[in-house]
């Protein structure tokens, strides 16, 4: 019998863990009677939910009359790792019922599984059974809580758990969740503190650590931090690690500082596909859609799988050229792999026809989705939007408020376009209370740019200057250069001068906006100003990029293209 203990547990620690040699593993401890012991129970339980075979695993646990803690662990997760929460639960009210107390394991297993769920609730449930049994400071169960709390969004929960730690049960994992979480929430500054306090004690930063600090950069103004973390990585040798530059890639695109992005990628030895999506959504951002198409070009020449994150940036990129002939071959490569189905792709393909004139294409693509979110409607609203039919674009709005879908900012974007294209004042008027009355959504930059297009385009120019005057401040240039296209668009002058100068402060370098107000000095005979402009344009040397085509590009031409990129 001893003999039968030694190659078993041999057989348990060097067999591959698919779900026929588990089988036969369970197979031999039955025929050796050793299945109602516990511990050769749990590890069987244990290998059958890495191989998918759950109905085994319960099965095996029913049939063991003498159950441990560990044994009733397993089950609970392998039903959490399943996708059971629900079951998972159902078990530990079983154990609880039992004369098993659950330990740190079982309460830090489901903490894990009611983050996996987003069930917030059930969480502080779980965490509130593991303090009434004594383990709510455990290091395993805090560290599962602090993981926990910071990926849901509620980093003031997972800090008072955190604090309520000693110093030496705060290991890396925990710091770095806590890091994460800020960074999630885009308050890089306390991510930073954080930092700050977690170096002075003397913990040394991973990978992770780095990255958690990255992922709250998302903005120009913040590149200089950016570059200090960068300095950080290079300094750590942490450059070179693939999830550490990617994320790097990420926070220069996210920044819109495509030379940093392009140098940190050329770099990687073996990029992956977070850096490849990175690069396509980054030019995307700046509005350069061709080079996000050489991207995903050059990314299939190398063969490279591709997800759904992936074909929907480069449909963006595909929207923002209005040329359907490179969204058509991508549709094409998804019904080939079996994409057509995600939420994700289709609202991008429904984006992407309608804003590229084939509004038709996105209708039928809409009409026969079988689940549709928010972002799937506020991309059909708007291309409705675009071609001028607001009353259906209104009557899709109603239906998502019928349904119970809840409108975001985007939507009243989306609205806000059918009321300009279609010279609806009064209605945009009322969609832009509704917003913020009804709904309690913070009108943005895009919302007040609409509303001047929607004021000015009626010859309503002073309601528009006052309606811009009245907006927090500082005003967006945005907003100012769309009154100074209304003014362009309605030969007004003297207020273009005016917008003009303000303008001109905020965004010395631009010359845009020196044409603009030459070609209205123009239509109003204001020969000798529009002379004076054009100088100072000269001057200052500002000119136009000249455009570059990437039609018909080999792999080589892509690579040196892009080298320059």
């Known amino acids: 019998m001893l003999i039968n203990f030694r190659s078993i547990l041999a057989e348990l620690s060097v067999s591959p863990q698919t779900l026929l040699s588990t089988k036969r593993l369970h197979a031999v401890i039955t025929r050796t009677h ?29 049939e063991t009359p003498r159950r441990s803690v560990f044994l009733w662990n397993s089950i609970i997760r392998a039903y959490a790792r399943a996708g059971d929460f629900d079951e998972a639960f159902s078990m530990f009210g079983q154990m609880v019922r039992s004369e098993i107390r659950p330990d740190n394991f079982t309460y830090a297993c489901l903490t894990r599984a009611c983050c996996d769920r987003a069930d917030l609730g059930r969480l502080k449930i779980v965490q509130g059974g593991a303090v009434v049994s004594g383990l709510g400071w455990d290091s395993i169960c805090s560290s599962a809580l602090v993981t926990a709390y910071s990926r849901l969004g509620h980093v003031d929960e997972a800090s008072r758990v955190f604090y309520a730690m000693p110093e030496s049960d705060q290991d890396l994992v925990m710091w770095n969740s806590m890091i994460s979480g800020y960074g999630h929430l885009c308050e890089w500054d306390k991510g930073l503190k954080l930092f700050s306090e977690m170096r002075s004690l003397g913990r040394l930063p991973d990978g992770y650590t780095l990255v958690g600090l990255i992922s709250g950069l998302a903005d120009m103004s913040l590149i200089g931090v950016g570059q200090s973390i960068h300095g950080l990585c290079l300094k750590s040798c942490l450059d070179s690690d693939a999830y550490v530059g990617a994320a790097l ?34 030019y995307c951002l700046c509005g350069d859609g061709e080079k996000a198409l050489l991207v995903f070009r050059k990314l299939t020449i190398e063969c490279r799988m591709v997800d759904r994150v992936l074909i929907s940036s480069v449909l963006v990129a595909i929207a923002q050229l209005a040329n359907v002939r490179p969204g058509k071959e991508i549709h094409g490569f998804v019904l080939r792999h079996g994409l057509e189905s995600d939420i994700m792709v289709s609202s991008a393909f429904v984006d992407m026809y309608s804003k590229c004139g084939f509004l038709d294409e996105g209708m039928h693509i809409f009409e026969h989705m079988s689940d549709r979110n928010i972002i799937t409607y506020n991309s059909i609203i708007l291309g409705l939007g675009l071609h001028g039919l607001a009353s259906q674009a209104f009557q899709l709005f109603e239906e998502i408020l019928r349904i119970g879908v809840y409108p975001d900012q985007c939507t009243f974007s989306a609205l806000l376009c059918a009321c300009c294209h279609a010279g609806l004042i009064e209605d945009g008027k009322q969609i832009f209370r509704r917003m913020e009355d009804e709904f309690c959504l913070q009108p943005g930059t895009k919302h007040y740019v609409y509303m001047v297009k929607l004021l ?19 005003v967006d240039p945005g907003v100012w250069g769309a009154l100074l296209s209304c003014c362009e668009m309605c030969g007004n002058s003297t207020m273009a001068g005016i917008i003009a100068q303000q303008l001109f402060q905020m965004e010395p370098e631009k010359g845009a906006y020196r044409v603009m107000l030459s070609k209205t000095y123009a239509s109003d005979g204001r020969w000798s100003d529009v002379k004076k402009l054009r100088d100072e344009i000269i001057d200052g040397r500002q000119k136009r990029i000249p455009g570059l085509s990437w039609i018909g590009c080999s792999g080589n031409q892509i690579d040196n293209k892009l080298s320059t990129c």
């Open 34 to 62: 050793l299945s109602s012991d516990p511990f050769y129970a749990t590890r069987v339980v244990q290998r059958y939910a890495m191989s998918n075979g759950l109905a085994y695993a319960r099965r095996l646990f029913d």
């Open 249 to 282: 890639v990420s926070m220069y695109a996210r920044c819109t500082c495509m030379d940093s992005a392009c140098k940190v990628f050329g770099g990687l030895s073996q990029p992956d596909l977070v850096a490849w999506s990175a690069l396509v959504m980054g």
């Open 456 to 474: 000015g385009a009626a010859g309503e120019l002073e309601e528009a200057f006052n309606f811009v005057q009245s907006l927090p401040q500082p």
